[in-house]
């Protein structure tokens, strides 16, 4: 089993509302990840979780609040988003094994702010 | 730090000519290196990987890709290029030190028929 699982596949959500996006894999790995991408343009770290721990935090604003509580599963907490906050979000996962890993992607939570 | 460019934001190809994106990197070490094919609205897949030894390594869907370190290039190429190719392409970086992966600004690619 390769695959990383991403619900919901698309989510709209108002910008008072809270929301969480869930990312799931049995692949044994200890990092994982959330991305942000907008269209056209290249997939942003987020956060990075090793060994269920915050490792990276890319100076989101806290409105995006991670959590990881099992080394299978990884939340992303979204409250009083703005409509910029509008894109594809990404959950990866990999081996924690230094550099010399690739990253499984997800196939992304559609996100839209109104 | 780290960085990636892709020089191409668009390439049109014909169906069964050959492609090559670019991809130039800056890292202070050896790097760790991908590509990636995303198609409209879908994660991304893995295509292929550098990380030691045999400077041309082969992927799946028929691509290949040749690190070049005195260029810092990783450019990636198929010999003949089938519609289901199009895509955005991105080429990545990863340092030893961490698990941070930095993208290019990724390539369209376009197949006419």
């Known amino acids: 089993d390769t695959e990383v699982t991403q619900t919901p596949k698309h989510l709209v959500m108002g910008m008072t509302n809270k929301k969480s996006l869930k990312c799931e894999q049995h692949m044994g790995h200890r990092a994982m990840y959330w991305y942000k991408q907008k269209a056209k343009k290249p997939p942003e770290l987020m956060f990075v979780y090793s060994y269920e721990k915050l490792s990276i935090n890319e100076s989101v604003p806290s409105r995006f609040s991670p959590e990881c509580p099992n080394s299978s599963l990884l939340n992303l907490h979204l409250h009083a988003l703005q409509p910029e906050d509008s894109a594809l979000y990404l959950c990866a996962s990999s081996q924690q094994d230094g550099g010399s890993t690739e990253a499984f992607f997800g196939q992304g939570t559609r996100l839209t702010v109104v | 730090a780290q960085s990636v460019t892709q020089p191409d934001i668009h390439i049109t190809v014909s169906e069964g000519a050959s492609l090559e994106l670019r991809c130039n990197y800056s890292y202070g070490a050896t790097p760790y290196l991908f590509w990636y094919v995303q198609s409209p609205g879908q994660g991304l897949q893995l295509l292929l990987k550098?990380?030691?030894?045999?400077?041309l390594v082969q992927g799946i869907k028929g691509f290949e890709a040749e690190f070049k370190r005195s260029q810092s290039s990783f450019n990636l190429r198929k010999p003949s290029v089938h519609w289901s190719d199009a895509a955005e392409y991105f080429c990545?970086?990863?340092?030893?030190?961490?698990?941070?992966?930095?993208f290019g600004g990724g390539t369209r690619v376009l197949v006419k028929p």
């Open positions: 990545a970086v990863q340092g030893a030190a961490g698990n941070k992966l930095t």
């Open positions: 550098y990380f030691s030894g045999d400077t």
